[in-house]
């Protein structure tokens, strides 16, 4: 199985900042990476999709970044709604597998 | 709009079968290019996926869990299924159903809200 980690495991920020959240991948998987927001007691939302290709009705806030093994995700002014979990996935081959998410708080 | 809904079985025994069905309304799951899948989701732990169905019965399991997973189609009631066998306390988790692009290891664009199977005694 392809084994995902993100950085940091969680960060503090204020509304405002540019928050960089980071994926590593141990193999190479091209630009088949995605990105995911969660909030507490509900389900994923898929923010960013092959990348960068930002999904129909996500802010243009959220972009993402990367190719190989290393990818971003960028908020570029965190607004009080995106304080959440973020999760990256592989959907290079199988099994499809998540990273272990980044917990975004406020400072 | 697009909308899944997990059923709710709540608690189940350890050694027995944990049986969901997912209804998708607002589209339907014999639209190509989509696979159906199922993700779980341990209680304070990250994501992990349990395998997808096409809608012409085509199955695809994670290694992990593929001795006691068995996932369904029902196109007549626009509806797929999970079946998990022998459970323990660890397959407590959040269930979630869910719509994915492409492949069945494809990004997840649509989302059932999810619900909670305890595995408890």
């Known amino acids: 199985d392809i084994q995902m980690t993100q950085s940091p495991s969680s960060l503090s920020a204020s509304v405002g900042d540019r928050v960089t959240i980071t994926c590593r991948t141990s193999q190479s998987i091209s630009r088949y990476l995605n990105w995911y927001q969660q909030k507490p007691g509900k389900a994923p939302k898929l923010l960013i999709y092959a990348a960068s290709s930002l999904q129909s009705g996500v802010p243009s806030r959220f972009s993402g970044s990367g190719s190989g093994t290393d990818f971003t995700l960028t908020i570029s002014s965190l607004q009080p709604e995106d304080f959440a979990t973020y999760y990256c996935q592989q959907s290079y081959t199988t099994p499809q597998t998540f990273g272990p998410g980044t917990k975004v708080d406020i400072k | 709009q697009l909308q899944l809904q997990e059923s709710r079985p709540g608690l189940v025994k350890p050694s027995e079968t944990l049986s969901l069905t997912c209804t998708v309304s607002?589209?339907?799951?014999?639209?190509?290019?989509?696979?159906w899948g199922w993700i779980r989701q341990p209680p304070g732990k990250g994501l992990e996926w349990i395998g997808s169905i096409y809608y012409s019965g085509s199955t695809y399991y994670n290694p992990s869990l593929k001795s006691r997973v068995t996932i369904s189609v029902d196109t007549s009631k626009n509806q797929f299924s999970l079946k998990l066998t022998s459970v323990t306390a660890a397959d407590t988790a959040v269930y979630y159903c869910?719509?994915?692009?492409?492949?069945?290891?494809?990004?997840?664009?649509?989302w059932g809200q999810g619900t909670l199977v305890t595995v408890s005694s």
């Open positions: 607002g589209g339907s799951i014999s639209s190509g290019n989509y696979y």
């Open positions: 869910a719509r994915q692009r492409g492949s069945y290891y494809g990004e997840v664009d649509y």
